[in-house]
């Protein structure tokens, strides 16, 4: 009967200590999150700028990609207005990086 009350009482240690140990990274972290949007308000609302010009300028890109012609194998004229295509998207993504990671 000794034997298997202090089984028991191991397993619902165990059991405990896991718990605490699996949830104290995300009430840490849930409590980062908290300060950093309840703290200072104009965080959140940076943040959210900084998302919708993301997403501004990754369309943009996607748009600049979508018109340009395809690939020319002869045309060298042809060829040369693609690949300003392709840096001008770059030029964008880069901005809509900047946009979420500021340097």
Wanted: aromatic share 6%.
């Amino acid at each position: 009967m000794l034997a298997a009350t202090t089984t028991t009482w191991v397993v619902i240690g165990f059991s405990t200590a896991s718990a605490l140990l699996a949830l104290a990274p995300l009430v840490a972290i849930a409590g980062i999150v908290i300060e950093q949007c309840i703290g200072d308000p104009t965080i959140y609302e940076r943040t959210m700028k900084g998302v919708d010009r993301f997403i501004e300028l990754t369309e943009k890109s996607r748009a600049e990609l979508l018109s340009a012609p395809r690939l020319p194998l002869f045309d060298s004229a042809a060829a040369a207005e693609v690949g300003a295509a392709i840096d001008r998207a770059l030029a964008l993504k880069d901005g809509a990086r900047r946009a979420i990671w500021p340097v």
